[in-house]
C-alpha cells in the first residue's frame, strides 16, 4: 500500500483528510498526489446550507458502498478542509475502494 498521508486510523475506524472544491463540473475524487497531505474531493454542489457537505457525504458513502450514517463530517463545517471520520474502515479497505 502506498504512503498515505490523508489517512489517519483511530479506535472504530478512520480519519480522512480533505480539501473540498465546490462548484465543481463533476463531483469526483481527484487521484491522489504524494505532495499533498489533503485527498482532493470536487462536487458540483454550492456551498451554502450545507449542500457541499452533503454532496461530500454521498459521494464517499457511494464509493464506499456503505451507508451514509458511517460516515461524519468531524472538523471543517464551513471550511474547504475538513476531518471526516468513517466508521468501521481500516486504512487499507479506504485505499483500495477510493
Do not use: W, Y
Not at 457525504?57 to 474547504?80: D, F, Q, T, V, Y
Amino acid at each position: 500500500m502506498p504512503p498515505t498521508s490523508f489517512l489517519r486510523e483511530t479506535t472504530g475506524g478512520v480519519l480522512l483528510s480533505i480539501k473540498l472544491q465546490p462548484h465543481a463540473s463533476a463531483n469526483e475524487i481527484v487521484p491522489h498526489n504524494s505532495a499533498g497531505d489533503e485527498l482532493r474531493v470536487r462536487v458540483t454542489a454550492s456551498p451554502v446550507a450545507a449542500a457541499a457537505n452533503e454532496a461530500l457525504i454521498r459521494l464517499l458513502a457511494e464509493r464506499l458502498n456503505c451507508a451514509r450514517g458511517r460516515i461524519a463530517l468531524i472538523r471543517g463545517h464551513k471550511s474547504r478542509h475538513k476531518i471526516v471520520k468513517l466508521f468501521g474502515f481500516s486504512a487499507a479497505e479506504v485505499v483500495r475502494q477510493l
